[in-house]
């Protein structure tokens, strides 16, 4: 009876690749914790240091600017020699950055720390991804969570912030930090082996096909238009969902929990469509779809709005772990590279387009804004030229 119970036991076990899979997934919802925190954090120090709209902007910009600037040169370093080390080092800096976020009253610190979350952030994301998709085994089903897990990650920390700081003050932020450091030395143990497996492979294997430039640059453009989309709608959907029904704030908020269910659900189900079409169909057809659903959001009245909101949500996140994968493999010499760019700089770009659109709402509407979104997702069909670099037909 011991003997089988101690052959049977192995079975109930997660196998090492999938045990990889989920720590490389709570981890990226750790690490992505820290980019939502910065937003989250903004208010309070403003209040508690008296900083103006302008230096707001700045710390906003030490972390989202630099993180994705730097995204792409992490991942050019690690494309060189691979450097597993980064995944735990870049979540903690993202932690520790945040931690000492409100312990200086000196505008300079706060902006330091903030900017060495930023780097963290930068520095874990070209690797993290590598290694997801070398666990996944090329499963798009273990990508896709490994893309919603960032997500997850964003969304949570304004959750978490005024659970920290409004109890404790800024004072308390070195807390925040915990999560990162905990998860980092996880992920140490946990990962050890599988790098450094990774890392021989890599070292004995060569090139296997020729990088593909031109579509991975086509394919950034469109990643820019997703995440125009993605930030134009998310960053005035609350306000313009109360103005449109005229109702209070709750609506809005309504309309962003609305916003946010599509996402998660829209980032699932595009790895399993990927499992079955071609990923540039599945791209093709999301960013079809996404044109109805913006209409109705914006030119259709009463709360069918809502219907267009978890439509379009649904639209433009089904291929959000698509682009990962594509621009891997777009870049099979340069996985680094093409992660960096894929989830750093072409991704945080697209912010660009909420400040524009505030500017053109204040000279216009907020709805005749929202109107000019209807064009991105006609860039995003660009896919049409595209093909599946593993398909042969």
Known sequence: MVAGVTESAPATRLSPGT?????????????????????????????????????????????????????????????RRPLPRLIPIGMSLAGLGIGASGLSESYLMTWLAVAVSGLGVAAYHPEAARAARAASGGSHIAMSWFSLSGSLGFVAAPLLVPVVVERAGLGATPLLSVPAVLMAAVTVA????????????????????????????????????????????????????????????????????????????????????????????????????????????????????????V??????????????????????????TASGVTLGLATTVGGIATPLLGVLADRTSLRTALTVLLVLPLVALCTIGLRDPLRKT
């Not at 453009?221 to 959907?237: C, H, K, P, Q, T």
């Open 19 to 79: 045990r990889s899979r989920w720590i490389l997934c709570v981890g990226h919802a750790v690490d992505d914790l820290y980019q939502g925190a910065v937003p989250a954090l903004i208010p309070y120090l403003a209040l508690a240091r008296h900083f103006d709209y302008t230096a707001a902007a700045g710390i906003t910009m030490a972390a989202t600017l630099l993180s994705s600037l730097f995204q792409p040169l992490f991942g050019i370093l690690t494309d």
């Open 311 to 336: 439509w379009t949500a649904l639209a433009i996140n089904v291929p959000f772990s698509l682009h990962v994968t594509l621009g891997q493999d777009f870049l099979p010499n340069r996985v680094g």
């Open 190 to 309: 946990a990962l050890r082996p599988s790098a450094a497996a990774a890392s021989t492979s890599s070292a004995t294997a060569g090139p296997t096909t020729v990088d593909q430039w031109g579509p991975f640059l086509r394919l950034a453009a469109i990643i820019v238009a997703r995440s125009s989309m993605m930030f134009g709608l998310g960053g005035f959907l609350a306000l313009f969902a109360a103005q449109r029904l005229s109702a209070g704030p709750r609506t809005g908020e309504a309309a962003l929990l609305a916003f946010y269910a599509g996402f998660a659900i829209g980032t699932l189900w595009g790895g399993r469509l990927a499992e079955r079409y071609s990923r540039i169909t599945v791209m093709r057809l999301s960013y079809l779809a996404a044109i109805p659903g913006l209409a109705i959001i914006v030119f259709v009245p009463g709360h069918l709005l809502f219907v267009g909101v």
